[in-house]
């Protein structure tokens, strides 16, 4: 396996990632760029698309932000509105899997920014058909979480004639270098398919199992026709193309203004990311790392490395302490209990998925990565490569705002709004 001479990604990224005659990836390519861009510049550039689709009022939405209770949902509102004086209107996919952290996070996101949110719950019933499928024939158990948060807002744009839909961060840019800021690439169908679904579009779903689903169950996740996102001249930009990206720090100024809230995560070190899902950095992470040979502590090292706070060494000995932590029992009996599936089932299908290009047995016959990336330590040009760390990276886990609740059940549906 190949490996990044300065960051922790490998060959196998499921993004596509290329690498120089350096050993250096793509995606620490394309990252030099936040430390050259003229961001102030960009920002110019980003009030201008603002300028053009704000409501002269102030009385009408004028673009859509999609968010949720965790990742960076807190910046980017209070970028648009608060920087740019755009008067959003929020839009959430429920995923199903919610803590009570998330509903909280989610509710006080609404109320201290004063925004309007739509919030749009799939039948359970459906999510769980949706997943039986995606569990079934391609270990998926987020498909539906995917395709929801990834279309609703499209749908929403259609719908109510809002064009302007406002993302944060491009992913395929971000970490493999899959484009350029200067590119200023926008939200695309093809995209959405071939990397966020992982190639399944809905009717692909449907058509893999039409003994279960039926089209009233794949409908809430079809993406518009080309003549409706024409008629309604929707289009969807990314901030990360505008705003140097920074994940860490974008969090920590947002818990200093609102009160964002964190947690440990399962099998990872970043406390701000995903917090409002029982399953993602848990079971479906673990998934992940079976499909590929790594997880999101890897993600997030990388990230850490390119932002020089953590160096190749340490990104790789926070990586190894998560990396084989199993689910948590908490949160493979209740994704048991949710789908209706026995634990051996569940185990069944994953190990159906393990990548046999990557994973084989030991002596003891225990599986492990064939070539992990502690045998890629001293390779040439990595010290040549290397980044001068420039602080330390320390992740705050914050106090509960309510210290007495135990999250040990799914949240569909709880309160949506908080008391100033």
Known sequence: MK????????????????????GVCSGCRVHEEKDTLDWHGRSKKLKKIFDAYKSPSGKFHDCIIPVNGARDSYFIVHTVKNIYGMNPLLVTYNKHYNTNLGIRNLAYLRTLLGCDILNFTVSPSTAKKITRVTLR??????????????????????????????????????QVGMFSHLDEVEMTRKYRKEHDLMGHESQD??????????????????????????????RGIYLSNYIRWDSKKQHEDMIKLYGYETRAQHRTFDTYNDTDSFIYSDLHDYIKYLKHGYGKAVDHASREIRLKRLTRDEGIALASKYENI????????????WLGISEKDLWFFLEQKRNLKIWEKNSS???????????????????????????????????SKNPLEQENKYVL???????R
């Open 413 to 419: 549906v709880a309160r949506g709004f908080r008391d």
């Open 205 to 234: 779903i449907l058509k893999l199992d039409s003994s279960i689903l039926n089209e009233g169950d794949t409908t809430p996740f079809e993406y518009p026709h080309d003549k409706e996102l024409e008629k309604a001249g929707v």
């Open 326 to 337: 199993p689910p948590s029992p908490l949160g493979v009996s209740l994704f048991c209990e």
């Open 3 to 22: 490996y990044c001479n300065r960051c922790l990604y490998p060959e196998n990224h499921p993004l596509n990632i290329t690498f120089d005659d350096k």
């Open 137 to 174: 024939e391609f270990a998926s158990i987020y498909w539906h979480c995917l395709a929801g948060e990834t279309v609703f807002p499209v749908q929403t744009a259609v719908r109510f004639k809002i064009p302007l839909i406002v993302w944060g961060v491009h992913q395929g840019c971000d």
């Open 365 to 399: 016959g225990d599986w492990r990565i064939s070539d992990h990336i502690q045998n890629h330590k001293i390779e040439k040009d990595i010290k040549a490569n290397a980044l001068t760390k420039k602080e330390n990276c320390e992740f705050q886990i914050t106090p």
